[in-house]
């Protein structure tokens, strides 16, 4: 038996594949929805996306399981994403002469004079966020555009943030780049850019998964909710059996393959017999960050017109603010309303994550009141959505905690690691995807690796070159 951990993106695409090529699998998920991260959340009505999930990719296949999924059902939609500083609202990614206009003369200046030295005398070794992104943008538009927002999602200094966070998710961005291209001087020169456009799923990302899910059911998989993986049992050399909880029975669950897309720190600590001492160490070192989004009903039609807007603002304690109805009309069942979803990035053992549900409420109508993007009085209740483990964190020498842990996982034959979670990798989810198809056709066979997708850094939102 073909067992899967997780029921994410990966998890969910692995169990669909499977189906496609006639082999079954049962997939365990501890929570009680499908879709992991990329889960949609329905609260009377009003739906939020957890982190704003877009459907773009380069890869064809992928492109084919979202259309094969949701024929019908994914909308094409613009791209609007800004930056709000000191009350004003910055064009995201950066457009120089928006920035530099609305920074006004003197900082205009400063940032110029700050980006020339960098590119005289640039950071060396080029080691941590804020070294790669000095190096790019002067350290004057680092410190008003990045550090802050940065900081706040990873909750660690900018110093000690991998610049590998950086190179895989602005790539090819830079201040020099931007200017040439906004006087017309780089035009033709296949200049990198953000998407403008992309695809969602008409109920949320969430539609998708459940889709994805019932889909691979139907060609023979079983989704087993609220069952946890606490145990992998193995002989050294191959996964033989699962502890799975269900409720309050552990149940013993023999397999053939184990395809994982639980965190890679929850399968370290579940193997029976346990690694070496080196790898557990390297395994406890690694950290995940967590979200909560306090999602707030506002009786107002529009809010403004983004996608999405990063916080930047140190008094504001929110990092992004996501504007779920420009994503799609269909996330709120009143058009005369709006759903709006604040952001707050954090560690399970401390504040926000522990505080009450009402007091993130609070905190949100506070964060929203000094936002001043709504009337006085216009919220109308809300509902928080707390997601564990969202991010891996690219902290100090994560990469060769994660090398020890990939050398020793190779040992196990049926095994193999996929997603965001099981590769402890920031994938995009046409990422999680492919590792998902690559896993399973490893296990059937072939030789393919699903740790090499994404393994140059490359960020998959650049501009696809256009077809003859």
Known sequence: MIAIAGAGPAGVAAAYELGRRGHAARVFEHDAQIGGLSRTVCHDGYRCDIGGHRFFTKSAEVSQFWRTVLPDDLLRRSRLSRILYRGRLFQYPLRALDALVKLGVSETAHALGSFAKRQIWPRRPERSFEDWVSNRFGDHLYRIFF?????????????????????QRIRNLNLGRAMLNAIGVARGRNVA????????????PGQLYENAAQQATAMGAEFHLRHEIVRVNH??????????????????VPVSHLISSMPLTDLIGRLAPAPPEMVVQASRALRYRSIITVNLVIHQADVLPDTWVYLHSPEIRAGRLQLYKNWSPYMVPDPATSVVGLEYFTWEESAPWTLSDTALLEMAQQDMAALNLVAPGSVAGGFVVRYSKAYPVYEGDYATRVSAIREYLARFANLVCVGRYGQFRYNNMDHSIMTAFLGVRRLLGEPVDPWAVNEDAQYLEERAPTQA
């Open 193 to 204: 850019s953000l998407i403008e456009e992309f695809d969602y799923p008409r109920y949320g």
């Open 235 to 252: 002989d050294g050399s191959r996964v033989t059996s699962l502890g799975v909880l269900d409720g309050g029975r552990l149940l013993e």
């Open 147 to 167: 550090k802050t927002y940065t900081e706040k999602v990873w909750g660690i200094a900018c110093t000690d943030l991998s610049a590998d966070w950086a190179a």
